[in-house]
T-cell receptor
Framework: AQSVAQPEDQVNVAEGNPLTVKCTYSVSGNPYLFWYVQYPNRGLQFLLKYITGDNLVKGSYGFEAEFNKSQTSFHLKKPSALVSDSALYFCAVREGPGNTPLVFGKGTRLSVIA | DAGVIQSPRHEVTEMGQEVTLRCKPISGHDYLFWYRQTMMRGLELLIYFNNNVPIDDSGMPEDRFSAKMPNASFSTLKIQPSEPRDSAVYFC????????????FGPGTRLLVL
């Protein structure tokens, strides 16, 4: 069975500082990995994904994530945080290829303080 | 494109009443997903459809929950009878078969059962 863990419920960072939101996963085969963001009173929005290829994936709003197979991690990063980045971030995984649905983590709330 | 449309956006009902949530996926999308989000349990997949056919409903919590997709542009999630523990935000999401991983979420229906 596939699973994903987000070890931090809350991450606080000062505006302008780099941010990292952590994610580790567990799948039997090749992982397809995703990050989604949820702003208040909104649905989830796709940020980026890793399917294959370069381990560093760039996504929307200046976010990037690094796939690390040996550590089974897919941490989300941004070099310089903005107050507007404050939101709930979800990591998700599925075993690919195939038609199994995504499994989402519990989410990490990011607060960027001015 | 208008995106995934859900109605109603907010629903307040009394215990024992029937609740029907509605979803219109993005035109041309082959997959439709129903999720439930609560503080305690995070984001849970309830059921998903492929080409209007239910594929996996193992996430549906009880027989009180049912979902249908009579055509490619409409789905319903029904709770009968509703209970206070059903209070949550219910999201509908859709995706294209060839890019099934990138799901597009609706704004959600916030359900409160008194």
């Amino acid at each position: 069975a596939q699973s994903v863990a987000q070890p931090e419920d809350q991450v606080n960072v000062a505006e302008g500082n780099p941010l990292t939101v952590k994610c580790t996963y567990s799948v039997s085969g090749n992982p397809y990995l995703f990050w989604y963001v949820q702003y208040p009173n909104r649905g989830l929005q796709f940020l980026l994904k890793y399917i294959t290829g370069d381990n560093l994936v760039k996504g929307s709003y200046g976010f990037e994530a690094e796939f690390n197979k040996s550590q089974t991690s897919f941490h989300l990063k941004k070099p310089s945080a903005l107050v507007s980045d404050s939101a709930l971030y979800f990591c998700a995984v599925r075993e690919g290829p195939g038609n199994t649905p995504l499994v989402f983590g519990k989410g990490t709330r990011l607060s960027v303080i001015a | 494109d208008a995106g995934v449309i859900q109605s109603p956006r907010h629903e307040v009902t009394e215990m024992g009443q029937e609740v029907t949530l509605r979803c219109k996926p993005i035109s041309g999308h082959d997959y439709l997903f129903w999720y439930r989000q609560t503080m305690m349990r995070g984001l849970e997949l309830l059921i998903y459809f492929n080409n209007n056919v239910p594929i996996d409903d193992s996430g549906m919590p009880e027989d009180r929950f049912s979902a249908k997709m009579p055509n490619a542009s409409f789905s319903t999630l029904k709770i009968q009878p509703s209970e206070p523990r059903d209070s949550a935000v219910y999201f509908c999401a859709s995706s294209m078969m060839r890019n099934q991983e990138t799901q597009y979420f609706g704004p959600g229906t916030r359900l409160l059962v008194l």
